[in-house]
């Protein structure tokens, strides 16, 4: 069964990035054809689509996300990770990492595992 | 970009109803469209991918339909595990989620 597990800091100071890692257990980040991709949702609202990074190593964001987000993959640790800069008080959330299913059939979301989510606060 | 937008925003219901939620794309996505299931303090649940394919495991009193740019999920008979809020996505290119549609007891 696919596991994945966030980890990262849960307190990041204003105009700092932000950088959270997504372990992936139960199977290999790079053996298929999946995306992997990061959600959040701010305390009390809804979920927000941040981007997403394919086995080969390209990448989608939130067009809104865009110029402040990179998703990266290390397959020798099996994780991809998440920065986003220039953080401000509206990027509080729980963040979640996730994995699709197959793309043919799901299509490049449709996200079947997710990790718990962890709580990040911006404040200084 | 597309946008989704779901309808109501909100619904009170009583154990046995039926509930439909109606998800609507900016532009067309062919039935390219997931439905989630979210309760407080977890991560959301897959239920329909493809607009109408019920992901494994999940109660067959969960469907889903449509294509295009309209589209729908119906609780047969709500049952008191079915309270919770819902999030429709567009399913490619970039997968942006509905506002949800929260379900409660009436």
């Known amino acids: 069964q696919l596991q994945l597990q966030e980890s990262g800091p849960g307190l990041v100071k204003p105009s700092e990035t932000l950088s959270l890692t997504c372990t992936v257990s139960?199977?290999?980040?790079?053996?298929?054809?999946?995306?992997w991709g990061w959600i959040r949702q701010p305390p009390g609202k809804g979920l927000e689509w941040i981007g997403s990074?394919?086995?080969?190593?390209?990448?989608y964001y939130n067009p809104s996300l865009k110029s402040r987000v990179t998703i990266s993959v290390d397959t020798s640790k099996n994780q991809f990770s998440l920065k986003l800069s220039s953080v401000t008080a509206a990027d509080t959330a729980v963040y979640y990492c996730?994995?699709?299913?197959?793309?043919?059939?799901?299509?490049?979301?449709?996200?079947?595992?997710w990790g718990q989510g962890t709580l990040v606060t911006v404040s200084s | 970009d597309i946008q989704m937008t779901q309808s109501p925003s909100s619904v009170s219901a009583s154990v046995g109803d039926r509930v439909t939620i109606t998800c609507r794309a900016s532009?067309?996505?062919?039935?390219?469209l997931a439905w989630y299931q979210q309760k407080p303090g977890k991560a959301p649940k897959l239920l329909i991918y493809?607009?109408?394919s019920l992901q494994s495991g999940v109660p067959s009193r969960f469907s889903g339909s449509g294509s295009g740019t309209d589209f729908t999920l119906t609780i047969s008979s709500l049952q008191p595990e079915d309270f919770a809020t819902y999030y429709c996505?567009?399913?490619?290119?970039?997968?942006?989620f509905g506002p949800g549609t929260k379900v409660d007891i009436k």
């Open positions: 996730a994995r699709n299913g197959a793309p043919r059939y799901y299509g490049s979301g449709s996200y079947i595992y």
């Open positions: 139960g199977g290999s980040i790079s053996s298929s054809s999946y995306y």
């Open positions: 990074i394919y086995y080969s190593g390209s990448t």
């Open positions: 532009q067309g996505i062919s039935s390219w």
């Open positions: 493809a607009a109408s």
């Open positions: 996505q567009q399913a490619n290119s970039f997968p942006l």
